[in-house]
């Protein structure tokens, strides 16, 4: 899956810049991760721990690093990107997100793998199949 794989080449990246490739010890928030990112870091001293920003110190930091990181980063495509309300919503499928969407259609930032992008996709299809139907069009 794209969404995974782009997270794995994001690990390997920060391991080879951070670590110098070293192996190393990962505390990944969340056991239900799909099979190949479990299956990479596995190869790594892994622990798969949900709410483990609850459990750990290190994981609730990096977890409020990368919040602000990310809020950070949607403040500047707010900028790059206007009609998306992601000066607002930071990324969630908020009902002003998802009207941006329906408008103007997705960025490129927008992860098309995700439930509501999908779902959006799915509703366009069924859209213009319902205007290929319509008696105007026959």
């Known amino acids: 899956r794209a969404h995974d794989m782009a997270i794995i080449r994001a690990f390997r990246e920060a391991k080879k ?21 479990r299956d990479y870091l596995g190869k790594e001293a892994a622990v798969f721990a949900d709410r483990a920003d609850q459990k750990s110190y290190s994981v609730a930091a990096a977890s409020i690093i990368a919040k602000v990181t990310r809020d950070e980063i949607m403040q500047q495509c ?6 998306y309300n992601f000066e607002n919503n930071v990324g969630y499928p908020t009902k002003k997100h998802m009207e941006g969407l329906r408008a103007l259609g997705p960025t490129t930032i927008h992860r098309l793998s995700t439930r509501p992008l999908k779902r959006l996709a ?3 299809e069924n859209g213009s199949k319902e205007k290929e139907d319509s008696p105007k069009n026959k």
């Open 78 to 83: 707010a900028k790059v990107f206007p009609g």
């Open 122 to 124: 799915k509703e366009k």
């Open 17 to 37: 810049k951070y670590t110098g490739g070293k192996r190393l010890v990962c505390v990944v928030d969340g056991r239900n991760l799909h099979n190949r990112l």
